[in-house]
């Protein structure tokens, strides 16, 4: 049962290639389309196993079909398939944009939905797995089978998806972000340091914190461990109590009015998302 991925951009091509590099690399073909040929040539040249094509021609060979591409292209993607789409298919949606059952009244496949990270890069993280209308068990234990070569797997629900992808889908951006301004706090606080130097240092400290638990010592214990009541990180976490519960909730608010936002704006009419603009992530 081949699989294969319509769109290789981001997400798309990453997949792609964590699943082509995977420790078990999957037995089945892979195919690969893209609007724009350019994405597609390169992915092709790095990997002398992944068939490219129309993607009619990969809703013809493939049984499983990942759609990678933005809400607002979703439409037309799924017009170019449908003449090929039947009820052995296995349709994933990979954003939550689209709902499940928006897509199941527009084709007669299996559906599912799979949030990936771009952790999967690394082999890592945690994918996202919702079954949708129609989808089988062995739908579900095989797409868990083929994500556990990249990531964990967690299964949820569709109303779950939002607060959870917040984590481990927009988390690497998140932690990025973070990060990036912790070093530059301290090179601001401190200019002959560095700013390169600052962002090893954290990076560095992030690195052994994240062992930290796997040595059996959970964030608790660190925090027990290393704020000593009345000292500097103590008065630091205060300033953080401050600003950080705050600052997550609007984070978690903000992401789910955009999402709420995005999805009133696209239509399953593939000439109404002509009209539409661009920008929309998970
Ligand atoms: N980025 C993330 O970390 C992340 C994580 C989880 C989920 N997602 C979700 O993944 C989806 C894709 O995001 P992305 O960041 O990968 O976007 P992206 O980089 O813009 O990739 C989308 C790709 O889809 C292609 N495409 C558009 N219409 C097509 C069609 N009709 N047929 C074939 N290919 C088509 C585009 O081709 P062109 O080369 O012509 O533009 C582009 O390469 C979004 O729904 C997003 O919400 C993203």
């Given at each position: 049962m081949a699989i294969g991925f319509v769109g290789t951009g981001r997400m798309g091509a990453m997949l792609v290639r964590a699943l082509l590099g995977a420790?078990?690399?999957?037995?089945e073909d892979i195919w690969a389309s893209n609007r724009s040929q350019e994405k597609l040539e390169e992915l092709s040249i790095l990997y002398a196993r992944l068939h490219i094509g129309r993607s009619l021609d990969l809703a013809r060979e493939c049984r499983t079909l990942f759609l990678c591409v933005r809400p607002e292209d979703t439409a037309r993607a799924l017009e170019e398939i449908r003449p090929a789409l039947t009820p052995n298919h296995l349709l994933i949606l990979i954003?939550?944009?689209?709902e499940l059952d928006t897509l199941a009244a527009a084709v007669p496949c299996r559906t599912a939905k799979v949030i990936p990270s771009y952790t999967q890069f690394v082999r890592g993280g945690v994918s996202l797995l919702i079954p949708g209308p129609r989808c089988r068990p062995a739908d579900v234990a095989y797409l868990r089978d083929l994500l556990e070569r990249v990531s964990r797997t967690y299964e949820l629900t569709e109303p779950q998806a939002r607060a959870a992808t917040n984590v481990v889908s927009c988390g690497p951006a998140f932690l990025a972000r973070f990060c990036a301004d912790w070093a530059a706090a301290a090179h601001e606080m401190?200019?002959?340091?560095p700013l390169a130097d600052c962002e090893m240092l954290v990076r560095e400290t992030v690195r052994a914190t994240i062992e930290l638990p796997r040595a059996g010592i959970d964030a608790r214990e660190i925090l027990d461990e290393v704020s000593t009541p009345g000292g500097m990180t103590y008065e630091g976490l205060k300033a953080m109590d401050e600003v950080l519960p705050a600052m997550w909730r609007a984070v978690m608010q903000r992401t789910a009015e955009r999402e709420r936002e995005l999805r009133a704006a696209i239509s399953m009419e593939p000439r109404a998302q002509q009209a539409l603009g661009a920008a929309s992530p998970q």
């Open positions: 420790a078990q690399p999957v037995d954003t939550n944009v689209v401190q200019p002959d340091l």
